[in-house]
């Protein structure tokens, strides 16, 4: 898988470079764990699954793939980013799981989405990658699920709104009411 596919239907996956004069934002992996490899399932190809390894301080944002390979990536393949720069991301849809391919191992494959959060100065974006894990069942906490989190500096905001919406009758309410403003952020 090289990303999955978003709502329109394409798919994508977010490349990251470090700005000028802060290359340490992106370190290469120490090494790679095995996840996956399709040893048994009688495919005509065949791949492996591999986890990044990251430096102390920094975190893999996703699977990697070597396709028609049971090799290691190289080490130069993808990049890890420092952990201050991330946030802990959710399981998101199912991609795909070996279920009946009769491979020695076991692989379940799913996307990464930003974590349910409240009001605050952050963005989080989601990268396109995946999180493949060696059993059927959808993670729930992995090292692999991060997703970028972006600072957005608040330019204003709006006083705290003290009304509380309340039903009174039993018509249907306007098709659409007024906007009201709760804050205004910057967005580099």
């Known amino acids: 898988p090289n990303g999955y596919p978003n709502p329109n239907g394409t798919r994508a996956v977010m490349v990251v470079k470090a700005r000028p004069g802060h290359e340490n934002a992106l370190a290469t992996p120490v090494n790679y764990e095995l996840i996956y490899k399709d040893v048994g399932s009688g495919a005509d190809m065949f791949g492996s699954f591999w986890r990044p390894v990251p430096p102390s301080g920094y975190v893999a944002l996703g699977t990697v793939v070597s396709r028609n390979s049971w090799n290691k990536p190289a080490l130069t393949d993808v990049v890890c980013v420092r952990e201050d720069l991330t946030r802990q991301g959710e399981a998101g849809a199912f991609i795909y ?10 692989l379940s494959c799913w996307g990464i989405d ?9 963005a989080y974006l989601v990268t396109g990658t995946f999180v493949a894990v ?16 972006v600072d957005l500096p608040a330019l ?13 009758g039993y018509g249907s309410p306007p098709p659409q009411t007024m906007p009201t403003l709760d804050r205004a952020m910057l967005v580099p």
Request: glycine residues 8%; hydrophobic residues 35%.
């Open 97 to 106: 799981n070996d279920v009946g391919t009769g491979a020695n191992m076991f």
């Open 114 to 122: 930003q974590p349910v959060a409240g009001p605050h100065e952050l």
């Open 134 to 149: 060696g059993n059927w069942s959808c993670p729930t906490a992995n090292p692999m699920i991060h997703v970028l989190k």
């Open 156 to 168: 204003s905001e709006a006083p705290l709104q003290t009304y509380i919406p309340r039903l009174d």
